[in-house]
């Protein structure tokens, strides 16, 4: 079993910043993909910055130039550092990862989320 911590979300002005962390812990064998998404009020959840298999980046247009995610491999972290955040930043922010437990077993986890509110 795996699982997902994220930490870091919280009450921020228009224009601050916030640094979101997200551990993976329990039976890794390898992270294939690991990234963040968010789930604003009423809306579906997005895409906001992932890295995918062989290591590329994408990001939400939205959030290109102010937004930076990154990884610490020997401690299966990533970090989304916001930078600049406008109130349309507001949601739910979900850490996903798929992670192969051994050779032959591939499986998509998800965390339990973090709150991010941008607001005076």
């Known amino acids: 079993q795996v699982h997902l911590v994220e930490s870091g979300g919280g009450l921020v002005q228009p224009g601050g910043s916030l640094r979101l962390s997200c551990a993976a812990s329990?039976?890794?064998?390898?992270?294939?993909?690991m990234g963040w998404y968010r789930q604003a009020p009423g809306k579906e959840r997005e895409l906001v910055a992932a890295?995918?298999?062989?290591?590329?980046?994408n990001y939400a247009d939205s959030v290109k130039g102010r937004f930076t995610i990154s990884r610490d491999n020997a401690k299966n972290t990533v970090y989304l550092q916001m930078n600049s955040l406008k109130p349309e930043a507001t949601g739910v922010y979900y850490c996903?990862?798929?992670?192969?437990?051994?050779?032959?077993?591939?499986?998509?986890?998800w965390g339990q989320g973090t709150q991010v509110t941008v607001s005076h």
């Open positions: 329990g039976s890794i064998f390898s992270i294939i993909t």
């Open positions: 996903n990862a798929n992670i192969r437990s051994n050779c032959f077993t591939l499986s998509g986890y």
């Open positions: 890295f995918t298999f062989g290591g590329t980046i």
